[in-house]
T-cell receptor, first 118, second 111 residues
Framework: AQSVTQLGSHVSVSEGALVLLRCNYS??????LFWYVQYPNQGLQLLLK??????LVKGINGFEAEFKKSETSFHLTKPSAHMSDAAEYFC????????????????FGKGTLLTVNP | DAGITQSPRYKITETGRQVTLMCHQT?????MFWYRQDLGHGLRLIYY???????DKGEVPDGYVVSRSKTENFPLTLESATRSQTSVYFC??????????FGNGTRLTVT
């Protein structure tokens, strides 16, 4: 079974500082990888996704993530944090349909709460 | 407006009662999902559906029932609610190969 590990349930940064949220996955086949963001009292919104094309994926709101197969990682970064980035972030993995897996069922990590200090 | 809507947004019920959470999407997406979100557990898949009349269990299906007679609706029923089912429930949908689109959730409290 696939699993996703997000290192750090809570990350705190200063406004303008680098944001780094860590995600490691375990998968027997090359996966599709996703980052979602959840603002208070809302559902999850897609930030970006990796689907076996470019290993560096750019998303919305200035976020990007790099797929590193050798490290089984998909860390999320943003060069300069903004107050509006404060939210909970979820990493998720699905199987690669090109390898016989199902790409529509996602396994989520437990989430990382990002706080941004003024 | 196109989207995915869940109702009710908040629900309080008593132990042992049956309660149904509604989910409706206007995109004609094939796939629909129910997740529950609990502190320290992230999101866990309860049930999913690949098309009308096709449903399957996820990670935590016990105590829940789903149906999908129409593509756009995917209700989730708790047949006899328990306190352990107090949670925030999210419905999501996706097209083939597409990302998940989430509703705004139903916060359920079982007393």
């Amino acid at each position: 079974a696939q699993s996703v590990t997000q290192l750090g349930s809570h990350v705190s940064v200063s406004e303008g500082a680098l944001v780094l949220l860590r995600c490691n996955y375990s998968s027997s086949v090359p996966p599709y990888l996703f980052w979602y963001v959840q603002y208070p009292n809302q559902g999850l919104q897609l930030l970006l996704k990796y689907t076996s094309a470019a290993t560096l994926v750019k998303g919305i709101n200035g976020f990007e993530a790099e797929f590193k197969k050798s490290e089984t990682s998909f860390h999320l970064t943003k060069p300069s944090a903004h107050m509006s980035d404060a939210a909970e972030y979820f990493c998720a993995v699905s199987e690669d349909p090109n390898s016989g897996g199902s790409n529509y069922k996602l396994t989520f990590g437990k989430g990382t709460l990002l706080t941004v200090n003024p | 407006d196109a989207g995915i809507t869940q109702s009710p947004r908040y629900k309080i019920t008593e132990t042992g009662r049956q309660v149904t959470l509604m989910c409706h999407q206007t995109w004609s997406h094939s796939y629909m999902f129910w997740y529950r979100q609990d502190l320290g557990h992230g999101l866990r898949l309860i049930y999913y559906s690949a098309a009308a009349d096709i449903t399957d269990k996820g990670e935590v299906p016990d105590g829940y029932v789903v149906s999908r007679s129409k593509t756009e609706n995917f209700p989730l029923t708790l047949e006899s609610a328990t306190r352990s089912q107090t949670s925030v429930y999210f419905c999501a949908s996706s097209g083939t190969g597409g990302p998940l689109h989430f509703g705004n959730g139903t916060r359920l409290t079982v007393t």
